[in-house]
Nanobody, 113 residues
Framework: QVQLVESGGGSVQAGSSLTLTCTASGRTAGSYTMAWYRQASGKEREFVAAVQGRRRNVTEYGDSVKGRFTISRDNTGMTAYLQMNSLKPDDTAIYYC?????WGQGTQVTVSS
């Protein structure tokens, strides 16, 4: 069974940076699209960013994070990263990693003003 495990969340001040990591296990191929979503308290889950499996230079971002967040993955394809810069209080949420079939347990990011 595939498992996705996120790490790297925390509490920071506005303007700071954080890097989230998602590590996949339970399969041998890193050819799947990996994506980050987030869900703030009382709101629906929101798409943040995605990176393709075979074409790892192909990325997509949600409008609210364009220009501030960068998604990438390592050479094995099994680990994805979300570099988050210029964080805002509105970025406060639980961040989830997904390959659009499986989901991680989430990691909390809290940004204070």
């Amino acid at each position: 069974q595939v498992q996705l495990v996120e790490s790297g969340g925390g509490s920071v001040q506005a303007g700071s940076s954080l890097t989230l990591t998602c590590t996949a296990s339970g399969r041998t191929a890193g050819s799947y699209t990996m994506a980050w979503y987030r869900q703030a308290s009382g709101k629906e889950r929101e798409f943040v960013a995605a990176v393709q499996g075979r074409r790892r230079n192909v990325t997509e971002y949600g409008d609210s994070v364009k220009g501030r967040f960068t998604i990438s993955r390592d050479n094995t394809g099994m680990t994805a990263y979300l570099q988050m810069n210029s964080l805002k209080p509105d970025d406060t949420a639980i961040y989830y990693c997904s390959d659009n079939t499986y989901w991680g347990q989430g990691t909390q990011v809290t940004v204070s003003s």
